[in-house]
């Protein structure tokens, strides 16, 4: 059986637990702050960075991997014995991730590596993986797998909102003067991530209105729900009841969003993702 190798990056916000049991590569984004710099953790590891970026005017700016970082990943693999790397990455349009990973497959020409561009980020990704870990385990083929992911990418959805318009304005995504009318006004934004990007799909009023907005988006026949939030677990639980209730058939994970992601939300930003 074809031994094949899932490699993803940090922005899927797997935990290490999960990534160490099922020897997923993650090749993590970076981040500065101020004069901190460092690799996007894993998700339990999140609020210290959070913390800081509620209390101080900074704002942390990101970047993708080096080409070097995903070549070492490649090689590491093949000296263990796989035969075949499924690389599962950010949407390109939000990241240089993907061409990162690109360039280091270029330099292993004779050897079996596709890159995906997921289109898509946090659980949505995260879905993807553990899709390509189970047929993997079931000894389907890489072609067969890269298929699936293919097209299951494209039935995906993403929808968030924030509970401050400040962050989006420090991101540069706002005016200063936009974000504190916004805020006078109590209004949230409801975001999509569509065709790998990001958009503004909605202005409301009031954080729980722009949750139900959400919530209303979600087709009966939903599989797969990730809520995804910023230290709002306790917001996070409340939607974990409304989405049980009303599709009492799918599978709901509650999970965390990291730096990369989280920083143009903010501290209490939640959203869902879901096929």
Known sequence: MTKIKIVTDSTAYITKEYAEKENITIVQLNYMFGDETGKEPFPGEFDDFFKKLSTTKLFPTTSQPSAGEFYNAFDEAFKEGYDDIIVILLSAKLSGTYNSAMVAKNMF???RITVIDSQNAAANMKFLVEDAVHMAKDGITSEEIVEHLE???????????????????????????????????????????????????EKIRGKQKAITSIISK?????????????????????????????????????????????????????GICFY
């Open 109 to 111: 020409s004779n050897k």
């Open 151 to 201: 097209t299951k990418k494209r039935n995906m959805k993403i929808y968030l909102t924030t509970d401050t318009l400040e962050y989006l304005s420090r991101g540069g995504r706002l005016s200063s003067v936009q974000a504190t009318v916004g805020n006078i006004l109590n209004i949230k934004p409801v975001i999509q991530l569509e065709d790998g990007e990001l958009k503004l799909l």
């Open 218 to 270: 979600v087709p009966s026949d939903v599989q797969k729900i990730g809520i995804c939030h910023i230290l709002d677990y306790e917001f996070a639980e409340k939607m974990n009841v409304a989405l049980k209730e009303k599709f009492p058939h799918a599978i709901i994970t509650i999970d965390e969003l990291g730096p990369v992601i989280g920083s143009h939300l903010g501290p209490k930003g939640i």
